[in-house]
């Protein structure tokens, strides 16, 4: 009896640039790679290979952008794989190293070939998902760059300023920042007593629930910070670090204002925020950015 041979599986490992493109047969065997770019003419080269090998079905690491939609519109089956399984994955083919852009190709290819069956074909989103998408993308980018901000910010005021590392709950918190802007170092923070500090705490609306005195002897207890030339060099770096913050800060909210209204508006509105964690994490994780 004569059996049907599966068709041929693609992969593609994305980058910004340019893409790596893997195309494997039924037995597992490699046989094609390719670059491409990030064109249009590049994503037309793409289709050819693909459609010229027979593949039906493509498997890649992200599930939105130019490649996928080209991709849906010529009708090809899109199979995502995260970054995370495909890192975990590479120990199947001898691999656990850094990044190799042909291996992860030629991976994906051929684990869409071997598990398909658990794999379910991405679905288009409509076009409010997409833009719901977008917006938890950016604020999951700004957030991991307020928190590289936050480690300068803090590698420069364990020099300049340890009492200040710790003695709000979150060092880019407004009351944090706010302080810094008002203690820039050593010398304005000698001024600073219990009762001024409790007097300056009640002008921010301070509600942490710590007295100034609490607060204080933190500060008081911990090592001093330096004076002197440095101390006035730190001082600008630690200005410039908390205006970047807080800029951050501001957009952050504002996207996460937008993210509020479009899920308002969305027809899924009840799955987004059914489940018991921060739903604009859990929208997250929906639109595929977390």
């Known amino acids: 009896m004569k059996h049907d041979i599966p068709a041929p599986t693609g992969a593609i490992d994305w980058a910004s640039e340019s893409h790596v493109g893997a195309v494997v047969d039924h037995d597992g065997e490699l046989v094609a790679r390719y670059d491409f770019s990030h064109t249009a003419e590049g994503l037309a080269a793409m289709l050819r290979r693909f459609a010229s ?97 936050g480690n300068q910010l803090l590698a420069n005021l364990q020099i300049a300023l340890p009492g200040v590392i710790g003695l709000f709950h979150r060092l880019d918190s407004p009351i944090s920042l706010a302080f810094l802007r008002r203690f ?31 607060l204080h002897a933190t500060f008081l207890a ?19 670090l908390v205006v970047a913050i807080e800029q951050l800060n501001i957009q952050i909210a504002g996207i996460e204002r937008r993210i509020r209204t479009d899920l308002e508006a969305h027809p899924d509105a009840h799955i987004f925020t059914s489940f018991e964690v921060d739903p604009l994490q859990r929208t997250g994780q929906l639109c595929g950015t977390t």
Do not use: M
Not at 97 to 103: V, Y
Not at 140 to 147: F, M, S
Not at 191 to 200: E, F, H, M, N, T
């Open 53 to 149: 090998h027979g593949v039906e079905a493509v498997a890649i690491e992200r599930g939105d952008g130019p490649v996928v939609e080209t991709l849906l519109d010529a009708a090809f089956e899109v199979f995502v794989i995260s970054s995370r399984q495909l890192k975990n994955l590479r120990g199947r083919y001898g691999s656990a190293g850094n990044k190799d852009d042909a291996l992860d190709a030629f991976v994906l290819a051929d684990v869409l070939r071997t598990d398909r069956r658990r794999l379910r074909p991405l679905e288009r989103d409509g076009d409010r998902t997409r833009a719901v998408r977008a917006l938890t993308r950016a604020r999951k980018d700004l957030i991991a760059a307020r928190v590289a901000l």
């Open 184 to 214: 820039t170092t050593a010398d304005k923070t000698a001024w600073l007593s219990a009762k001024r500090l409790d007097a300056w705490l009640s002008r921010q609306g301070y509600a942490g629930g710590k007295t100034g005195t609490a």
């Open 222 to 240: 911990a090592p001093a910070g330096i004076r002197g030339p440095e101390a006035a060099a730190r001082e600008v770096v630690t200005l410039a």
